[in-house]
C-alpha cells in the first residue's frame, strides 16, 4: 500500500490545516522541508492575519488582508512592544497624562509660572505616553471618543481615559443620600469599564458575554460586542453597562458566530448606535442611559425604536444566501452585494459592499418618526472625459471610513477619497452643487493608507509602513496635529500656519503633496527646536527664519517645512542604525490610529533598543571650544519656565530711547491689524515678524564649561544649552549641534538669503499642489 506525505496533499488542503496550528507548530511545519519553506507558506496572509486578530483581537484591516509577512511581524511585537500615545486637547483628562484641574490650576507652580503657561499644559503637541497602562497587558486596540479614549486589551477588557459623555450630569450619593447632580469626573488613570453585579469583569477573568471582541467609541457613548454575541452600551464611567436587547429584532446570543440573527459588528455614531445584524440589516437606535434613580441591578435595556437602513440586510454566509426579506436574497446581491463596512455620520449612514459600491442614506428621527431613506449610490469617478481611461480598480471600493461629518472611501487602486456631509446632503436633497464630491489629496494617493482618522477640524492617514501622517486644522493650536506647536516655532516649522484671532492653526497648502509626519522620536522634537531657536548661527539666520517662520507669502514656510519633513523621514537609515536584527518595522511602528474632537492617539509598537541605538547615535562628546562661538547672541527664542519653548518677551521699555519706543509699538500694531485685516477678509491670516528693534538677549553658555560664567554665559533658567536643542545633558551635545538654519532655493527661483551654501533636498524637490488643502 502506497504512502501518502503531506506534500502529496492539494495546497488548499494545506492552506485548510494551518489554521488549527499554533505558530511555534506552523513555523516548525514550515520549516521541515523547502518544498514548505516558501514565501507562499511561511508569509501565508490568512494563517498569520487571523492568528493575530484571534490572538489579540487586533481589529481586521481590509486594506492590508493580503499583506501575509506585515501581519507576521505585528504577531512577533505586539507581545511585548505596544504602547499608547495621545495629544491634542486635554480637557477632562481625555489624554490620560498631563493633566491640570481648576484647583491645580489656581496653586500652580513654581513662583513666576504664569497661568497661560501652566493652562498651556492641557495643549499637548507633541504624542505623549499614556500614563498607567503597564499592568493592562498587551493593548489591540484604541479609540477617541468626544471627551474620552478607551483601550481593549488581549483579554478583552475595555478601560477608558476621560470622561464618556462630557455633558451628562451625574447623581451624588453620601451615604445612601442623593446629592445635586454633577459633571462626571474626568479619570485621569485608565479605568475598567464595569458591567452589572452577577457579571464577571473581563479584567478579573474571562467571561465570554463580557470578554469584548470589538468595540466602538461615540462622541458620548461606546458600544461592545462580547464573545458570545451581547451588545453592551456605556454613557459614564461611574456607571455599569446595559445589555442591549431588541423589541423587533431577533439576535442570536451565546451562538456559534454564524447565521440568522448574528451581530457582525456595532459602531457608535455621532448621535446613533448601531449595528449590523445577520439577515436584518443595519439598525439604528438612540444611545442608551441610565436614569438618575435607576439601580445598576437591571443590566439591560430593551430598545423599543430603532430603525432599519434599507437594502442592508443580504449577507453570503457559509456559502448560503440570506436577506432581510423571503425571494430578495438574489435580488439584493446584484443590485447592493454584502455591506462590509459602515460608519454612521451626524445625519446620514454610510456602507461599502462586497460588490465594490459605496451608498449613503439619509437618517429621519424625531418625535414622531424614526427611519432611514432608501440607500443612493455613490459615484466614484465624476466628470470623466473623453481621454480619461478610468480602471475598475479606481471605481471599485474597499473599505469605507469616517466620524462626524467626514470620511474617507478607499479603492482597489490605492486612492483614498475623502469628503464630508454637506455634499452628501446637497446630493440627498438632488441640490446642483459646482464644488466636486471628492477631494483626492496627493499625500494620501498610491501611499499604501490603512486608515483615515477624523477628529472635528482634523485628521490622521496610517499608512501601512507604520507612519502617521495629519492634515486640517487645529482649533485654538490645541496640538491636535500632533506636530508641535502651541502657536510657537515649532509648529510653523512643521509647517502651521496660526491665526492672530483665535489661534487656530492651519497647515500650509505644501503639507497635502507628501503629508506632515507624526514624530514620537525624542531626538527629533530637539533637532526641530535647535532649528527653531536659528541653529549653530542664529544671527547669520535671521533674515530667513524670518521668511520662513513669519511671512506673509506662504512659499517659504511651506517648502522650508517640506524640506524639515524630508530630513526627519527614515530616521534611523540617516544615523546608520538599521542592522540585521531589525525587522523592518523600524523603531516606532504605529498599529494604528483615532481621532475626535480635538485631541487624537496612536497604538505604537516600540522597539526599544533600536530606539535607544537611534538615541546613542545621536549624540557625541561635547569639545569645548570646537566649532563655533556659544557666546552668539540668539535672535529667535527662548523657553519658559516649564521647559516648553516660547517666543520671549521684547526688550524692556525702559531700556529703550523713547524714539524707539514709538517705533516698535507703531509697528507692532501695524503687523497685528494686518493680521486681523487678512482674518476679517477671509484670507489666509499669518503670524506677523517680530516688531523693528526686537533682539532677545540669550545665549548658550554653560557655565560647567571653562572659562564660562553665569553671568556672561546666561545660564539662567530657560537659557541652557539643552532648552536650544544643542545638548542632552552636560558633557554630550547632538551631532546637529553645528548645523546651520536651511538655506534653499524655493521653487520660484528665488534664493534664500545668508552666507551659508544652499542645502539640498534629500528625497528631492516635490511637485507641489498647492490646490490639494483648499
Not at 536659528?534 to 514656510?557: K, N, Y
Not at 552636560?730 to 538655506?743: D, I, K, L, S, T
Request: charged letters at 20%; proline letters at 6%; glycine letters at 10%.
Amino acid at each position: 500500500m502506497a504512502t501518502t506525505s503531506i506534500l502529496d496533499l492539494p495546497i488548499d488542503i494545506l492552506l485548510l490545516i494551518f489554521p488549527y496550528l499554533d505558530a511555534l507548530s506552523f513555523l516548525s511545519l514550515t520549516a521541515t522541508c523547502k518544498a514548505l519553506h516558501r514565501p507562499e507558506f511561511i508569509h501565508d496572509h490568512q494563517y498569520w492575519s487571523l492568528l493575530v486578530r484571534k490572538t489579540f483581537r487586533v481589529p481586521n484591516q481590509p486594506v492590508i488582508q493580503n499583506d501575509g509577512q506585515r501581519w507576521q511581524k505585528l504577531f512577533k511585537r505586539l507581545a511585548t512592544q505596544s504602547k499608547i500615545y495621545t495629544w491634542g486637547n486635554n480637557e477632562k483628562a481625555c489624554l490620560g497624562h498631563s493633566y491640570l484641574s481648576p484647583e491645580a490650576i489656581q496653586n500652580a507652580g513654581p513662583p513666576g509660572l504664569s497661568r497661560a503657561n501652566v493652562l498651556r499644559r492641557r495643549h499637548i503637541s507633541w504624542p505623549a505616553e499614556m500614563l498607567g497602562t503597564e499592568e493592562m497587558g498587551v493593548i489591540s486596540d484604541l479609540q477617541c471618543g468626544g471627551w474620552s479614549t478607551s483601550m481593549l486589551t488581549s483579554k478583552g477588557a475595555l478601560y477608558t481615559v476621560g470622561v464618556v459623555d462630557g455633558l451628562q450630569l451625574t447623581p451624588r450619593r453620601h451615604m445612601g443620600q442623593p446629592r445635586p447632580p454633577h459633571e462626571q469626573s474626568g479619570m485621569m488613570a485608565p479605568t475598567p469599564l464595569r458591567y452589572p453585579p452577577g457579571f464577571v469583569q473581563p479584567h478579573l477573568r474571562y467571561y465570554p458575554a463580557t470578554a469584548v471582541k470589538q468595540f466602538s467609541s461615540g462622541r458620548a457613548h461606546i458600544l461592545a460586542l462580547s464573545d458570545s454575541g451581547w451588545i453592551w452600551s456605556w454613557q459614564n464611567l461611574e456607571h455599569a453597562a446595559l445589555h442591549v436587547k431588541f423589541l423587533s429584532h431577533d439576535t442570536l446570543e451565546n451562538g456559534n458566530g454564524n447565521g440568522r440573527g448574528t451581530i457582525v459588528k456595532v459602531v457608535a455614531g455621532w448621535n446613533k448606535s448601531a449595528a449590523l445584524i445577520e439577515a436584518t440589516g443595519i439598525v439604528l437606535w438612540e444611545p442608551l442611559q441610565r436614569g438618575l434613580g435607576e439601580a445598576e441591578i437591571e443590566d439591560a435595556a430593551l430598545i423599543l425604536e430603532s430603525a432599519v437602513v434599507p437594502k442592508t440586510g443580504f449577507r453570503c454566509s457559509g456559502g448560503k444566501s440570506t436577506s432581510d426579506g423571503a425571494g430578495q436574497g438574489t435580488d439584493l446581491e446584484d443590485a447592493v452585494g454584502e455591506v462590509l463596512n459602515f460608519v454612521v455620520l451626524e445625519e446620514v449612514v454610510l456602507f461599502n459592499t462586497s460588490s465594490g459600491k459605496v451608498f449613503v442614506a439619509q437618517i429621519f428621527w424625531s418625535d414622531s418618526e424614526q427611519r432611514v431613506g432608501e440607500p443612493l449610490e455613490l459615484a466614484l469617478q465624476e466628470q470623466q472625459s473623453e481621454d480619461d481611461q478610468t480602471t475598475e480598480d479606481a471605481t471599485f471600493a474597499t473599505d469605507v471610513q469616517g466620524s462626524f461629518h467626514s470620511f474617507a472611501i478607499f479603492t482597489q487602486a490605492g486612492e483614498v477619497l475623502t469628503s464630508d456631509q454637506d455634499h452628501l446632503m446637497t446630493l440627498l436633497r438632488n441640490e446642483q452643487s459646482a464644488r466636486p464630491m471628492f477631494r483626492r489629496i496627493p499625500a494620501l494617493q498610491h501611499k499604501d493608507v490603512i486608515s483615515v482618522a477624523f477628529g472635528d477640524y482634523h485628521f490622521h492617514a496610517l499608512h501601512s509602513s507604520g507612519y502617521i501622517t495629519s492634515y486640517g486644522t487645529e482649533p485654538g493650536a490645541c496640538g491636535a496635529l500632533g506636530l508641535g506647536g502651541h502657536g510657537d516655532p515649532e509648529g510653523r516649522l512643521r509647517g502651521i500656519r496660526y491665526q492672530a484671532f483665535g489661534g487656530d492653526g492651519r497647515l500650509v497648502p505644501h503639507a497635502y503633496s507628501e503629508g506632515r509626519r507624526v514624530w514620537f522620536e525624542e531626538e527629533k522634537r530637539q533637532w526641530i527646536k535647535f532649528l527653531t531657536a536659528g541653529g549653530v548661527d542664529p544671527a547669520e539666520a535671521a533674515e530667513r527664519m524670518r521668511a520662513a517662520l513669519g511671512s506673509p507669502e506662504v512659499r517659504c514656510q511651506g517648502e522650508v517645512s517640506e524640506w524639515i519633513e524630508q530630513q526627519g523621514r527614515d530616521w534611523e537609515s540617516k544615523f546608520g542604525v538599521r542592522g540585521g536584527d531589525d525587522d523592518g518595522l523600524g523603531a516606532y511602528f504605529a498599529l494604528s490610529v483615532t481621532a475626535a474632537g480635538w485631541h487624537s492617539g496612536a497604538l505604537v509598537l516600540v522597539n526599544e533598543d533600536l530606539a535607544l541605538k537611534v538615541k546613542n547615535a545621536c549624540e557625541i562628546p561635547d569639545r569645548p571650544n570646537e566649532g563655533t562661538d556659544e557666546s552668539v547672541e540668539d535672535n529667535t527664542g527662548g523657553t519658559s519656565d516649564n521647559g516648553s519653548d516660547t517666543a520671549p518677551a521684547p526688550p524692556s521699555p525702559s531700556t529703550q530711547s523713547p524714539q524707539i519706543q514709538q517705533q516698535t509699538w507703531a509697528s507692532s500694531l501695524l503687523l497685528l491689524a494686518l493680521d486681523y485685516g487678512r482674518w476679517f477678509l477671509g484670507i489666509a491670516p499669518y503670524n506677523a515678524p517680530p516688531p523693528a528693534g526686537y533682539r532677545p538677549q540669550t545665549t548658550r553658555g554653560d557655565p560647567a564649561r571653562p572659562g564660562a560664567t553665569a553671568e556672561s554665559s546666561g545660564f539662567q533658567r530657560g537659557t541652557h544649552a539643552r532648552d536650544f536643542g544643542q545638548s542632552p545633558r552636560a558633557g554630550v551635545r547632538y551631532v546637529w549641534a553645528n548645523e546651520q538654519f536651511p538655506r534653499l532655493k524655493l521653487s520660484d527661483g528665488t534664493e534664500m538669503p545668508g552666507a551659508v551654501p544652499f542645502d539640498t533636498w534629500r528625497y528631492g524637490r516635490p511637485e507641489f499642489d498647492l490646490d490639494a488643502g483648499v
